[in-house]
């Protein structure tokens, strides 16, 4: 089984700011190993793309071997953990840290944007039932950074909770927390 998490350090973050290795080590933590051939089908790019793509994120820690499969001629990859962490906290405050931690948020940002336009796209197919749970919406509400970091944590253990149960379809949540926009910059140059 996979770790829990990675913490990773600038030259590993740097391997995460390429949208196409977001979105495999996404494809590799939620539907298991697979191979470059079948990832390169999955994401629309040839095998030789795919393959370098994978060794850059196996050179980092992200991936690895998965030696019970394959046959030899086919070469299996899968996730060595379930999450990656990371925030100001996590990185180094000097320009190459704070660079390296941006370019990885704008590629998340990208990914995110991506795989909500897919759920939009794929909402008509869905059954009744999933369709009556899919929700958009976004809440304004006013918090102070510590009460911000509580809510955070609150919901992260209540996602945390039904992550031990594997019977049901993958759902994603994302959950973002940021001052509005337009807000807390204006002010703050006043």
């Not at 086919?74 to 704070?98: C, F, I, S």
């Not at 911000?148 to 992550?163: C, N, R, T, Y």
Request: without cysteine.
């Amino acid at each position: 089984m996979a770790a829990r998490e990675i913490v990773p350090g600038v030259d590993q973050l740097k391997a995460l700011t390429h949208p196409v290795r977001v979105r495999m080590l996404g494809i590799l933590r939620v539907d298991g190993p697979a191979t470059a051939t079948t990832l390169a089908t999955r994401l629309g790019i040839n095998s030789g793309a795919t393959s370098y793509h994978l060794r850059q994120l196996a050179q980092r820690g992200f991936i690895e071997d998965d030696e019970s499969r394959g046959n030899g001629r086919e070469r299996w990859w899968k996730a060595a953990h379930q999450m990656t962490v990371t925030g100001e906290d996590n990185v180094p405050d000097t320009p190459e840290g704070r660079e390296t931690l941006d370019a990885y948020l704008q590629t998340v940002v990208t990914i995110y944007s991506q795989r909500l336009q897919e759920a939009i796209e794929e909402r008509p197919l869905l059954p009744p039932e999933w369709r009556e749970v899919f929700e958009l919406n976004d809440r304004v509400v006013r918090l102070t950074p510590s009460q911000a970091d509580h809510l955070k944590e609150q919901v992260s253990a209540i996602i945390q909770g039904f992550e031990e149960d594997s019977d049901g379809e993958p759902v994603m949540f994302q959950f973002h927390a940021y001052p509005m926009p337009g807000h807390l910059a204006i002010d703050q140059e006043r």
